[in-house]
């Protein structure tokens, strides 16, 4: 694949420490169409000494950020990538040696927290590389309800793996999970409907879902860091089922 073809979308607001990682990693070549929610710092002024295009615009949600990118793509091709991610050597290869023959690829993603990356968020499987006039984006809140959070890349026809891996850089410190725990934690209470026997089954699965995070996923081997997203993780649901409790 031509990486002319292709453009990297990145939505930003004061993402100066991370947008240099993101877009160094991009292939040689391709398009950058940054978003950005009207940054504060020196985000925008990289942004375009890079080479970016930018649109700035207010924010509104995730899911409508997307699309608006998305749909101001001008090449056959887009990669999303967030701010705070980068795609390793073998996956930018991997995706200049792609074939055209299909409208998407996934990546494996692994994420960090306090600069290690942990085994309960490895190889989580993203649909990044899409064909343009083929794909769409979805809400997925992780705790269902119609929040648009979570939003996911889609397409009706086939895709493909690529190898490599895109590295996500999303917790450098505790302080940082918890602000993103609570804003996410709130945003998906507002999509949800009151309900107490929901805040009952979830207090219930607590247990049970930090239980499988530490065995099934891996967390107990990650040592105390892992050990606080698993238990964080397993009570992200009942919060923000007691969030909506009214």
């Known amino acids: 694949m031509d990486a002319s073809e292709i453009t990297a979308v990145v939505l930003t607001r ?8 993101a877009l160094t990693s991009l292939p040689r070549g391709c398009a950058i ?3 950005d929610a009207c940054s504060t710092d020196r985000t925008v002024a990289y942004a375009r000494g890079a080479g970016a295009r930018v649109i700035e615009r207010a924010w509104t949600d ?32 991997a995706i200049l040696d792609a074939t055209a023959d299909v409208d998407g690829y996934i990546l494996r993603r692994s994420t960090s927290y306090r600069g290690k990356m942990l ?3 490895r190889g989580e499987a993203l649909l990044r590389l899409v064909r343009t006039a083929r794909a769409r984006v979805e809400a997925h809140p992780a705790s269902g309800g ?57 207090a219930v699965l607590v247990p049970v879902r930090f239980g499988n995070a530490m065995l099934r996923r891996g967390a107990v081997l990650d040592g105390p860091h892992g050990w606080i997203v698993a238990w964080y993780s397993a009570l992200y649901p009942f919060v923000v089922a007691w969030k909506c409790r009214g």
Do not use: Q
């Not at 959070?149 to 410190?173: N, W």
């Not at 993103?180 to 929901?198: D, Q, V």
């Open 62 to 93: 995730f899911v409508d950020a997307r699309r608006f990118a998305l749909a101001n793509v001008e090449t056959a091709w887009t990669l999303m990538l967030d701010a705070d991610e980068a795609l390793d050597d073998v996956a930018r290869a």
């Open 14 to 21: 004061d993402e100066e420490r991370n947008l240099p990682r």
């Open 119 to 121: 085994r309960m968020w």
């Open 146 to 202: 119609t929040a648009a959070l979570h939003e996911r890349l889609a397409c009706d026809g086939p895709v493909r793996e690529l190898p490599g891996v895109l590295l996500h850089y999303s917790y450098p410190d505790a302080a940082s999970y918890r602000t993103k725990f609570a804003r996410y934690t709130a945003i998906e209470a507002e999509g949800r409907a009151r309900s107490p026997m929901m805040l009952l089954r979830e």
């Open 33 to 35: 169409l940054v978003l």
